[in-house]
């Protein structure tokens, strides 16, 4: 592969000796040399090439012996190249067969990353690569900023002829996801619990949790899941009261629970309940703990209390019904929007949500059916420093899942601020546009010099793919979604377009 490429005249000594050399009066020869990278030795026979032989493009079965695309039995398209030849990526590294997980980096806005890893999901889905297991492979997103996921199974009507061209060369169909459902927190103060969206209203269904499931499935460590929060006296108490919650809760028919006497409907009742505990002599060393001081109790409440106003729309039993709004992912593609939570209430719908699903896919021992989670801004609930529940259900998620068919494809700003062992389990590395200190750190060692500089200035829809079986990163490009992002791009089907005629036609004047 061309990594730097030199034009310059041969003969001339000083720069002004270009307009000499042009005029005629100094002789001199214009010559073209390349730095290249290389890329397969067959054999492995590792002689450099002589001076003066001949050199051509690698086209056809050659390329693909250039890019080890000839030994991947299972490979989906991943992308283009600059000249419009198809990118492989080997399926192998994807599914948990030899290797699992991805993981993208990129400036926020410019470098894709949302957009890219949807693309990938859609070129699994349809390649065909995953044979008769396509049907039950599912995903799992997080739409964490905007609107953008909430239109996925929405045509997008700025997709034009050259874009659908370059979905034919990549043998994919430039539609949207067939399979989709739509989960949004509910508006708060609601009695019904509507949905909170935008401009997305139909086809979205409001989720929460019950007051009986919080406490029995142990989810108040979700609510202090900040990394910052462990380093902590008071996370002492949240454990000895989560353990107290999950014995003495009983758990009503409606979703309520009844705390010692007391029947709990809305999470604010339920936060009363606990701190009269704590406030109890004698409750306080059963629900605190023996040798907890009262200081660190007050600042346990106290905290309680803050994260009322996040949770208490997501924790609730007084809701009819609630067992429609549990995230069931009946779907092919489950897209969860957390973008209007706050960063608290963010960080414990994902907590949540990974340890059920991971927890679920331990319980059945089998790999398959497939199950790809798609995760941004890992700086967040995976960082470097510090421990959180959420941390820890990635990194086994990372090191375990692909034992279990759980594939995280995660993403992020900076994958220095990333915990090491996210991000170095993840078999497909991929790099959009980067900040040039960014670029510079260890992190991207897997990137030679010239495709470090190149990532600073990459444009939107182009894409670094480093995968296992190639020594060197493949530039790519992909094309533009199939499906919508924006209110505004939301298309209809081309039998959608019918003049439907006239309603009134055949009614008795």
């Known amino acids: 592969m061309v990594a730097d490429l030199?034009?310059?005249?041969?003969?001339?000594?000083?720069?002004?000796?270009?307009?000499?050399?042009?005029?005629?009066?100094?002789?001199?020869?214009?010559?073209?040399?390349?730095?290249?990278?290389?890329?397969?030795?067959?054999?492995?026979?590792?002689?450099?090439?002589?001076?003066?032989?001949?050199?051509?493009?690698?086209?056809?079965?050659?390329?693909?012996?250039?890019?080890?695309?000839?030994?991947?039995?299972?490979?989906?398209?991943?992308?283009?190249?600059?000249?419009?030849?198809?990118?492989?990526?080997?399926?192998?590294?994807?599914?948990?067969?030899?290797?699992?997980?991805?993981?993208?980096?990129?400036?926020?806005?410019?470098?894709?990353?949302t957009s890219y890893a949807v693309f990938l999901l859609h070129s699994l889905f349809t390649s065909g690569q995953l044979g008769a297991g396509a049907h039950n492979t599912k995903a799992l997103i997080f739409n964490v900023k905007g609107e953008d996921l909430l239109f996925l199974d929405c045509p997008n009507r700025h997709l034009d002829g050259e874009q659908m061209a370059r979905y034919a060369s990549l043998d994919l169909p430039a539609t949207p996801f067939a399979s989709v459902e739509l989960w949004a927190p509910p508006r708060r103060g609601d009695p019904s619990a509507a949905p909170r969206t935008g401009?997305?209203?139909?086809?979205?269904?409001?989720?929460?949790?019950?007051?009986?499931?919080?406490?029995?499935?142990?989810?108040?460590?979700?609510?202090?899941?900040?990394a910052g929060d462990e380093r902590q006296q008071y996370t002492i108490v949240v454990h000895n009261v989560t353990a107290r919650l999950r014995r003495e809760a009983k758990p009503l028919d409606d979703g309520g629970v009844r705390l010692g006497g007391v029947t709990c409907r809305t999470f604010e009742q339920l936060i009363d309940a606990i701190s009269d505990r704590l406030e109890d002599d004698s409750d306080r060393g059963e629900w605190a703990g023996r040798s907890i001081g009262t200081g660190t109790i007050n600042a346990f409440v106290r905290r309680l209390y803050a994260a009322r106003r996040d949770a208490e729309h997501?924790?609730?039993?007084?809701?009819?019904?609630?067992?429609?709004?549990?995230?069931?992912?009946?779907?092919?593609?489950?897209?969860?929007?957390?973008?209007?939570?706050?960063?608290?209430?963010?960080?414990?719908?994902?907590?949540?949500?990974?340890?059920?699903?991971?927890?679920?896919?331990?319980?059945?021992?089998?790999?398959?059916?497939?199950?790809?989670?798609?995760?941004?801004?890992?700086?967040?609930?995976?960082?470097?420093?510090?421990?959180?529940?959420?941390?820890?259900?990635?990194?086994?998620?990372?090191?375990?899942?692909r034992s279990l068919g759980v594939i995280l494809i995660g993403a992020q700003q900076t994958a220095s601020e990333v915990e090491r062992r996210v991000i170095a389990n993840s078999s497909l590395r991929v790099a959009g546009r980067l900040d040039s200190a960014e670029a510079g750190r260890p992190e991207y060692a897997f990137l030679p010099t010239a495709h470090r500089q190149r990532a600073t200035i990459l444009k939107p829809g182009t894409m670094i793919l480093s995968q296992p079986e190639l020594p060197v990163p493949l530039v790519l490009e992909f094309p533009f979604p199939a499906w919508a992002t924006r209110p505004d791009e939301v298309g209809t089907e081309p039998g959608d377009t019918e003049d439907p005629g006239d309603p009134f036609e055949g009614l008795a004047e």
């Open 199 to 226: 401009s997305r209203a139909d086809g979205v269904t409001s989720f929460f949790w019950t007051l009986a499931e919080f406490c029995q499935d142990e989810l108040l460590p979700f609510l202090f899941a900040d």
């Open 314 to 401: 997501l924790v609730r039993g007084d809701v009819p019904n609630p067992g429609k709004h549990r995230i069931g992912m009946q779907a092919q593609v489950t897209v969860v929007d957390i973008a209007k939570l706050s960063r608290r209430a963010q960080r414990f719908v994902v907590g949540v949500v990974l340890r059920k699903t991971f927890q679920d896919k331990e319980e059945t021992g089998a790999r398959e059916p497939l199950l790809f989670v798609v995760l941004d801004e890992l700086n967040k609930y995976a960082p470097r420093e510090g421990h959180s529940p959420i941390k820890e259900i990635l990194l086994d998620m990372a090191e375990r899942g």
């Open 6 to 113: 030199r034009v310059r005249h041969e003969g001339a000594r000083f720069d002004s000796d270009v307009f000499l050399i042009e005029d005629g009066v100094l002789p001199a020869q214009v010559t073209e040399a390349a730095k290249v990278l290389a890329t397969r030795f067959e054999p492995e026979v590792f002689v450099p090439p002589v001076p003066g032989e001949i050199v051509r493009k690698a086209v056809g079965e050659a390329r693909d012996q250039a890019l080890f695309f000839d030994g991947m039995e299972r490979r989906i398209p991943v992308g283009l190249s600059r000249d419009g030849e198809v990118i492989h990526a080997n399926l192998e590294f994807m599914d948990g067969t030899r290797g699992a997980h991805v993981n993208i980096s990129g400036v926020s806005g410019v470098a894709t990353k």
